[in-house]
Structure formats: C-alpha cells, structure tokens
C-alpha cells in the first residue's frame, strides 16, 4: 500500500503533544527558553558596548577606568555563557524530554491498538514501523525545536544588533562621477546583502541533500533490519550454514548505506565549501567598510570594534539559515517517514471490510455467508453457514492454501479481505494459539503468563502448568529472564502455548497446527489435559495429523470449499 500520496500534514505530528492537557509542562519550558533567548541577546548587546569602551580605554591609555570595564565585560560574558550555554541548554533538553515522550506515547497507543501494527506488517504498508517510532521521533523533536526555536533567537539578535549598527555606522558620503551620495546606516544595508547572498549560495549547493537524507533514513533502517533478523533467527541460520549468504546480504544492504554515505557527504563538502570560500571572503568587510569614517575622524577605534562585533553578530545570526539548510533537509525527511507512518496507521483504520464482526451478545461462534478473499481480491474460500457451540470440538482440515488459517484470522477480526457475517460471544474469552506462538523477553513467568499479568497466577499453580505441558525442567525457573524465545526448541514454544490455555482458561480455543513440533504422545497428552481442563470450552484445532479425529467431533473440510459451500461433517475417529 502506498500512503505518500495521502500523507498527513506535518501539523498532525506536532500539533497533537501542543493541544494536549499534558503540555503544560512544555509550555512553561517553552515560555522559560524565549525568555531566555531575550536576555542572552540583552547580555551580548550589553557586552558589546563593553568591549568598545575596553578598546577605547586602552588606546587613549585610561588605565583608571580600564580596570572597572574589564571586570564588567567579563561579569557579562560570563552572564551570557551561563544562560545560553548551561540553563537555556537545560530547559531545552527537558523540553525535548517531555515532547518526544508525549508523542512516542501517542505513536505506540496509535500502532499498537486494534491490532493496527499486523495490519500495516501484513498489508506492507510501511517499513521498519518500530524504528521510526523509536529513532525518528527523538531526532525529529530534536531539530523541530531547533528549527523553531532559532530563528526567533536569530530574529531578536538580528534586530536588537540591527539598532546597534545603524546607530554606530552612520551616514557614509562619498563622491562617484560628480555625483554626491550619502547613505545612512550604510552597514545595515551591506550586512543584510552579504546573509542574502550566503543563503542563496547555500540553498544551490545543498538542495540535492533534502532527497539523500530521505534516502539515509530508509537504507539506514533496513540494514539495521537485516541484522537484527539474523539475531533473531541465528539457531535456523545455523542450522543452514547460512552464514556466508546473510553476510553477503548485509553487505549488500551495507553497500546501499556506504553509497547514500559518501553522496551525503560530497554534496555536504561541495555546500560547506561553496558558503565558507564565500563567508571567509567577507570576513573583512565590515572592517573595510567602516575605515573610512574611521580615518576621516568620525568614529573612534572602539566605534570600529563594536561595528564589526555588531556586523558578526548580524551576519551570523542571519547565517543560521544558510547553516540549519542540511539540518532542514534531515527534519524534513524524518517529518515524511513519521507521516508515512501515520498515514499507514490512517489507512488501515480507514480500510473497508465486509467481514462484520458481531459481540453484542449470544453463547456461541456463528459464522454466515463468510467469503474469503485474498488481499488482491481472489476468491480463497467460501465457508458454509457454521456454529461453533459450547462445549464442541471442532477439526479444520484442508490442503496448503485452502484457507484454514485465514479463516481463523477472519473469525479472530484481523482478516478484512471478503464479506460474511461473525457473531462472536457476549461475554466467551477467545484465545488462538499459532503454529509459533510469541514468547516476549523476560521472565519465564511472564512469558507464560502471557498476554495476562504475571501477578495474576500465583507461582505453584503456573508450576503445575510446567509440569502439566511437560516441561518439569523449566518450574524452577520461574524468574529467570532470558530470550526464551531464541532459547526454547519449536516443541518447547509449542509446549509453552498450551500451557497459556491450560493456564487461562479460555472459553473458545483456537489451534492453528498449535502441535506440529511435538511427538504424537506428547500431543496426545497435551489435548488430553486440554479437554479436561476446558471440559465446558470449545476447542478448533488446524491441524492435518490423523490421529487428532479423536478428540473432536466435527469436521470441516476447506478443500473443495474454494468455489462452492459444503456442510461441514462429523468427525470420524
């Protein structure tokens, strides 16, 4: 699915954190930081008329009044350094703090809920969703504050030394082919031309990189994918001695990596080269500009030295731009990998189904006129009008792709490609076991306690369970944390599910080849203690092993049900 075309505006991700109730927070941050950036500007315009007055002393050789000027400039650049450098860094960085926390919070409630992130992983929507969420939003808080916040600094210093520099450069007058010229506050006018000209050096030198940082961020994600795939999935890699293919495909992913790299940093080098060469140029034209007013006597040398302290400060404050244009091209490629993303997550609340699920009341599993489809629109199954009641124990058979499992996905509500009806049970607790089922890092406790608290099941009960699934090994091990799910063999995860079943009890159980890893007596023992443990829950299994007709009696074969319904059958054992 392709969402650029449909992307919300970038205010959808910023405006949600500032509309909030919980902003407060940032507000006041937000109002302490510009107070901060006025008073900084009010310490350097005062340091300023310090540093003229200094010079000034020292040529005319006033040794009485040096002294007391020093220790005043030195008071004020240590006032402008504590509140630019340590407390206004502080406020920002808690700023940040309690923004991009609001908004990770709202992405994660955003993908998580109504199964949202296995509609954008199955759809394909996006990619690399978590590392958007986890990476992009710090930086793209961090250079959003940046841009805003900068440019007001920029704007009150550029106005405040503006003021500066009109008072002390004055009126030039000079001569041109006869003609008498005088221009007031000739400095003003120089340094504004010389920033516009720095600006428009840099926006043609580094306009390319808005479409490479873009790229940075995809081929950057996906290496990171690729790497943490074979983490995950070392003992299967091994087993394969596929070592040497995941290197070569991490080499290649790398490769996408190094070149998005180096064309990042040509472009970088040709735009730094291109604003510097022209900003080294200008360095000494506020000097140059202001000696004639000097040696006709107009001005003093200390007039001299705040005029080109004033012009720097003009000038580098309207250079912000010409150097935030790469930091601008990265904030504007995060803001479109965030807005992918919430597009996705749009688009899949947007997604019709005419697969309606019902849960306003009843007892049992009702299932009428359900026609599953692919998601590109081929027809898979049509499934006949079927109740699933109390107590029932129900065995879906069918060849590879005839669409048992896609059944159970439609029954479970994440399946939105067909039309049909399903009533799901008033107040029936549903739990679907898969072929692999999830095993989260952490406690053994947790893991089996899963989706449920561990603090819901007291320690001897979930023991039992261990022992019950056959894992009598594992009961002392209940706190232990590790990465289960690389640490467990395909038949101890398989074991590991039951006695989620075993342990929560649900009214309707759901197994897609939940056993397909275990040997026909374990199997055998793990259903036998299902079914007296749910004696009153109803049980489907997906499964294509013989031997489980036994413990169900009702059969549904999808094979020939791709074209046509057929009724489903009793089980024969």
Known sequence: MNTHGTRPRLRDLILPYWTSRDSWRGWI????????????????????????????????????????????????????????????????????????????????????????????????????????????????????????????????????????????????????????????????????????????????????????????????????????????????????????????????????????????????????????????????????AALPRYLSGAISMGDVTRISGAFVQVSSSLTFFTQAYANFTEWWALGNRLRDLLGAVEAVR???????????????????????????????????PLRLQQGERWLLRGTSGAGKSTLLRAVAGIWPYGEGEIRHPGAGRLMFLPQRSYIPQGTLKAALCYPGQPGDFDDERVRQVLREVRLPELADRLHDTDRWQQKLSGGEQQRLAIGRALLQRPDYLFLDEATSALDPDTEQALYQALLEALPHGTLVSVAHRESLAGYHDHVLDLTSLRGSAAAPSPATA
Not at 173 to 192: C, E, K, N, R, W
């Open 29 to 288: 941050l937000l109002a302490i930081k510009v107070v901060l950036m006025f008073t900084s500007v009010y310490l350097a315009v005062w340091s300023n008329k310090l540093s003229g007055q200094v010079v000034d002393a020292m040529v005319k050789r006033e040794w009485d009044g040096l002294l007391p000027v020093l220790a005043l400039a030195w008071t004020a650049g240590m006032l402008t350094m504590l509140v630019s450098m340590v407390v206004s860094f502080t406020v920002l960085e808690f700023l940040q703090y309690e923004w991009r926390t609001s908004m990770t919070r709202w992405f994660l409630h955003e993908w998580t809920r109504h199964r949202t992130y296995y509609a954008i992983e199955r759809d394909g929507c996006v990619d690399n969703a978590d590392q958007r969420i986890s990476q992009d939003i710090a930086r793209f808080v961090e250079l959003t504050l940046f841009l805003l916040l900068n440019p007001i600094h920029v704007v009150v210093s550029a106005v405040s030394f503006t003021f500066v520099l009109w008072k002390l450069s004055g009126t030039l007058s000079f001569t041109f082919q006869g003609i008498d010229f005088a221009i007031p506050g000739y400095m003003v006018y120089l340094v504004y031309a010389y920033s516009a000209g720095a600006l428009l050096v840099s926006h043609l030198a580094g306009r390319p990189l808005i479409k490479l940082f873009n790229v940075r961020q995809t081929v950057e994600a996906n290496f990171r994918y690729q790497g943490m795939q074979l983490r995950e999935n070392a003992e299967q890699i091994a087993f394969y001695d596929g070592g040497d293919q995941e290197r070569r495909r991490m080499e290649q992913s790398f490769e996408a990596v190094r070149e998005n790299w180096r064309a990042i940093i040509f472009r970088t080098v040709k735009m730094v080269l291109a604003r510097e060469t022209y900003l080294h140029t200008g360095s000494l034209l506020p000097t140059a």
């Open 350 to 384: 947007a997604q019709p189904t005419e697969i309606h699920i019902d849960r306003t009341g009843g007892t049992d599993i009702a299932v009428q006129g359900l026609a599953l489809r692919k998601p590109g629109g081929e027809p898979l199954a049509n499934i006949p």
